[in-house]
């Protein structure tokens, strides 16, 4: 990728970031966007499909910098404190992007998409777990448990206290 795509595609995303903490997601034209980049929407059009194709790309930039944070996914099954504080720490990393990715109507996305990678890699090595009802339901308690438990108080409490209350109790439910 050259410098000027780069250039482009920074002015393209941190457009929408504007707009989108102005607006919800269906609210946005490509004309508004086109204009806040300084870009035509011909240019828009050769990078992305659409708007949505837009936060989806930068929503996948979120989730690989989650999963990024997670030093070994599979401390789920073996040390399942390790692995809730690991998440957390990186929503925690990622907040301002999730706040306004995934608002309103897209509230539910980040969780379904931390959950279903981590499924993947978890089935990967092991396949018995795939139909293992105990396992299952301890893993999206942990995912998005840890992730709903963050994001409703991350405002209201210091965030190191909150990691250590939400470990502390999801380890407690998985023991």
Do not use: W
Not at 68 to 91: A, H, Q
Not at 127 to 147: A, H
Not at 154 to 166: G, P, Q, S, V
């Amino acid at each position: 990728m050259d410098q000027r795509e780069i250039k482009t595609k920074r002015a393209i995303k941190n457009a929408f970031l504007i707009l989108r903490a102005q607006k919800p997601i269906e609210k946005i034209t490509i004309r508004e966007l086109a204009a806040l980049a300084e870009i035509s929407k011909a240019t828009f059009y050769l990078h992305y499909q659409d708007i949505y194709d837009l936060s989806e790309q930068i929503g996948k930039e979120v989730l690989t910098n989650i999963l990024n944070s997670i030093s070994r996914p599979e401390n789920v099954l073996e040390k399942p404190d390790v692995f809730t504080r690991e998440i957390t720490t990186g929503f925690f990393s990622q907040i301002n992007l999730i706040q306004l990715l995934f608002s309103g109507s897209q509230a539910h996305i980040l969780p379904d998409l931390v959950d279903s990678s981590i499924r993947e890699y978890i089935y990967r090595l092991k396949p018995e777990y795939t139909d293992n009802m105990q396992f299952n339901i301890r893993l999206s308690m942990l995912i998005k448990g840890s992730f709903y438990a963050f994001y409703d108080n991350y405002h209201k409490y210091d965030n190191a206290a909150l990691i250590d209350e939400i470990c502390a109790f999801l380890g407690q439910c998985t023991r």
